[in-house]
């Protein structure tokens, strides 16, 4: 007799089994994270048709970053505000693509919605023109309740997130979830618009002899991070870059090895936001048994956020393999 089929599980059954193992839960959560599957399929679809659409290149403007946003960059954020905003779960959405939060519900009664979400809607967007992967991460915090402005809700450390993820929109649509209980991976199905989930509690490799960064940047790095490439090198290591953080953690999730955006002289502070690349991507990495540091004994999910833009470093992946980099630093 052949061995029984593993059942299929859809996002929304996933979500639902997560939600019978906590009794208390409201329920909100789940729909939060409803609504960013559904922004996923929404961006997938545009993605997808980009150049048909001629919604690849500028917008024209540029975003609080001081950089050209895409056009599509402008569209994901729109598809994510409008399905986020029809939750009534949601506080406060911030996005990496605009100044300042946005409030949607401030009561402060029993029924007060209490999360908050931020994203980058486009993350990797300068990919977009020559059909590279991209992506959108996201992480949701508990609106703080001691804080009496809604906007320090925000302010939280990455150990505050209740969930974050990222959806990768690659040769197929990959979203990979946590909500503090290890690490789920779904793919989009086309043919029926659902995401069927294909891995649970992924585990990254210990060690991999490969390492993910700008090397262009290489002789702007601080020596220790020059000294590390030099030894990596000699050591048999392989170099992987998309230039797209999405698809180059999900390799290392997958495969193993070290993701580094490190301070240059042209972002000495490093590249890379906190609150809407480093800390979800960070809560992924720790949830899935790997490292994530802004610099030796820094754990990037204890960094106190000071503004809600800040950037910071990051060295993330298999566990071994950041300890080996820091090791140099
Ligand atoms: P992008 O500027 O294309 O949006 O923070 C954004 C990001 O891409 C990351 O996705 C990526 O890892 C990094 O910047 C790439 O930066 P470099 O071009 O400096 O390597």
């Not at 992987?240 to 999900?250: F, L, P, S």
């Not at 956020?305 to 910071?312: L, M, S, Y």
């Amino acid at each position: 007799m052949s061995p029984a089929k593993p059942h299929i599980v859809t996002i929304q059954s996933h979500i639902l089994q997560q939600q019978a193992k906590f009794p208390e839960a409201t329920g909100d959560l789940s729909w939060i994270l409803s609504a960013i599957s559904i922004s996923a399929k929404m961006i997938a679809a545009q993605v997808r048709r980009a150049r048909l659409e001629d919604v690849l290149g500028n917008a024209g403007e540029h975003n609080v970053q001081g950089e050209q946003q895409q056009k599509l960059d402008v569209i994901a954020n729109d598809i994510l505000m409008r399905n986020l905003g029809g939750r009534e779960g949601v506080a406060m959405v911030a996005s990496e693509e605009d100044e300042k939060p946005v409030i949607l519900r401030s009561e402060n009664d029993g029924n007060a919605p209490r999360y908050c979400v931020m994203f980058d809607p486009l993350d990797g967007s300068s990919n977009l023109d020559i059909c590279g992967s991209v992506g959108t991460i996201f992480s949701i915090l508990r609106k703080d309740r001691r804080s009496s402005k809604i906007e320090d809700s925000l302010l939280q450390p990455g150990t505050r997130q209740v969930a974050a993820g990222y959806v990768m929109y690659g040769s197929s649509t990959v979203m990979v979830l946590t909500i503090g209980t290890g690490v789920d991976m779904f793919v989009l199905d086309p043919s029926i618009g659902a995401f069927i989930r294909v891995a649970e509690n992924l585990q990254i490799p210990p060690r991999n002899k490969c390492y993910s960064l700008n090397e262009g940047n290489r002789l702007s790095l601080p020596e220790g991070y020059q000294r590390y490439l030099h030894w990596a090198q000699e050591n048999g290591y392989s170099s992987r870059y998309v230039g797209a953080m999405v698809a180059d953690v999900h390799r290392i999730l997958l495969q193993g090895g070290v993701f580094m955006y490190p301070p240059t002289k042209k972002a000495p502070k490093g590249k890379l936001r906190l609150m809407y690349e480093a800390n979800p991507m960070s809560m992924i990495v720790e949830q899935a048994g790997g490292k994530a540091l802004a610099g030796p004994g820094e754990r990037i999910l204890d960094v106190p956020p000071t503004d809600i833009h800040q950037r910071t470093c990051v060295i993330l992946g298999s566990r071994d393999e950041v300890d080996l980099v820091t090791a140099q630093l």
